[in-house]
């Protein structure tokens, strides 16, 4: 199969190396296209044996060229959130098939677009929730699966973003909310996705309230870092902040980010205190879902520790989930939690005392997830997959109507139906 990148930026390194490492005996990577030179020849550079002439670089303009000249059967769209819809629907028109990042798009203008273009052109998309994968995640399907506290009935869902981590979306193109959708589309996506999967169901009504406590300029003042610059680069302040992002002595930071902005103006170091910041920091949702069951949500992106506790009550027990990813930030460094001792999971049927369940394993990022997603994207012998982990492009519009729902429920100030929202702009979605 030949692949072609666009948005050759932190992300897209996984699939790069996937298609033209991991699996490059089965795959061809064709072409890279972005933006920015400097990251698309500092991504062309390191790709092993391209051939005679190196891989084909395109500029953003030269999309149509790099499809027409290239000929990928799929393309993988890995630039900011807000321009996905965008490389989507010309190369599903152009006649391949795509596999984006999420969240698949940031509002329902951009998801009509996608799901006509689909409609249309009857392409494959796959939104890779590479969440789905993590062992201790897929175990928690395989225990619904089963039936082993009956029908679900209510969940509780916290995740908790640390002050690295968390503060990430505040530097950049995530912490404006027409780019990112905010963090409820941006990050939620994965965990409504989750949801979703979990449940085998969608979601019917959201009620969300947000705020920003952390992120605003009162914060840094309160903390004395006056007089602020604003990025970290130039900040006068920059020693003393416990959110400082050193770009200068990050090689990977330096050369991807630093040493290219020259070209687009991109910061990566942007204050994290600014007024022009318009996500919200701590949010909560309550959702119904079809299948009847119920779901209290909260994100908080400046935790003391990263990870995320669930409880599933059920008609035949209850399953509780927590997963320790960041003990916590020292003196600026993330103290990661690895191994067994890094999550519990309790399974607690109705008239039986609780049981402390091995918890699956795996190795790599996202809690062992992304080596075995990318086997069953890139590996033509993989086995069927019997927990349905693959999504498309319905997975990926479900996992964002919660988020978006959400959004309206906090501009509204009351309930939103997710069915009147597709209804207002001609959507129509399989439940
Ligand atoms: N699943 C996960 O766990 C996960 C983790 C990180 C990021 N992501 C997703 O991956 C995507 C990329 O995130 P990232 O962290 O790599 O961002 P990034 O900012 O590091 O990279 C984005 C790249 O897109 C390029 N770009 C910007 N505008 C463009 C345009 N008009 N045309 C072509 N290229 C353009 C930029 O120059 C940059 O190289 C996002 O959708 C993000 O949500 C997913």
């Known amino acids: 199969m030949k692949y072609a990148i666009v948005g050759t930026g932190s992300r897209h390194q996984m699939f790069r190396s996937a298609v033209a490492e991991t699996y490059a005996a089965e795959n061809d990577l064709v072409g890279l296209c972005d933006l920015n030179g400097h990251r698309l020849a500092l991504s062309a550079a390191a790709v092993p044996d391209p051939g005679g002439n190196g891989i084909a670089t395109y500029r953003a303009g030269e999309f149509p060229r790099m499809l027409s000249e290239q000929k990928p059967d799929t393309v993988i769209v890995t630039v900011p959130d807000d321009l996905h819809h965008e490389y989507m629907v010309e190369a599903m028109r152009a006649g391949c098939d795509v596999i984006t990042e999420k969240p698949m798009t940031v509002d329902l203008g951009k998801l009509k677009a996608i799901l006509d273009a689909q409609a249309e052109t009857g392409r494959r998309v796959t939104v890779t929730f590479n969440y789905r994968y993590t062992p201790a995640r897929t175990q928690i399907k395989d225990l619904l699966m089963s039936g082993a506290i009956g029908k679900v009935t ?13 503060a990430d979306y505040f530097r950049r193109w995530h912490r404006h909310k027409d780019r990112s959708g905010g963090l409820l589309v941006h990050k939620s996506t994965h965990h409504f996705d989750l949801v979703n999967w979990w449940l085998g169901s ?10 920003r406590h952390m992120y605003r300029p009162e914060t840094g003042d309160a903390m004395g870092l006056v007089p602020r610059g604003p990025r970290c680069h130039v900040c006068p302040s920059a020693s003393a902040c416990q959110f400082r992002m050193d770009l200068e002595t990050d090689e990977k930071l330096r050369t991807m980010y630093l040493e290219a902005e020259e070209e687009d103006g991109y910061l990566r170091d942007a204050c994290v205190f600014d007024p022009e910041i ?27 520790w990263e990870g995320l506790d669930i409880t599933f009550q059920g008609t035949e ?15 600026g460094q993330r103290e990661k939690a690895e191994g067994r001792e890094s999550m519990r999971t309790v399974l607690h049927r109705a008239g039986e005392a609780p049981e402390v369940l091995d918890v699956w394993q795996g190795e790599g990022d996202h809690g062992g997830a992304d080596p075995v997603m990318l086997g069953y994207l890139f590996d033509p012998a993989v086995e069927p997959d019997r927990y349905g982990r693959g999504s498309t492009h319905v997975d990926g519009a479900w996992s964002i109507l919660t988020g978006i729902a959400a959004n309206a429920s906090i501009e509204r100030g009351q309930a939103v139906g997710v069915d009147g929202l597709l209804a207002e702009h001609g959507i129509v979605l399989p439940c």
């Open 154 to 166: 209510a969940i509780d869902f916290r995740w908790h973003l640390d002050r690295v981590h968390g």
């Open 202 to 211: 969608t979601p019917e009504t959201v009620t969300a309230h947000g705020a």
């Open 278 to 304: 318009s996500i919200e920091d701590t949010m909560q949702v309550h959702a119904r879902y079809r299948s009847g069951a119920l779901l209290n949500y909260t994100l908080t992106a400046y935790s003391p």
């Open 317 to 331: 027990g209850e399953l509780t989930h927590r997963h320790v990813e960041v003990h916590g930030v020292f003196g």
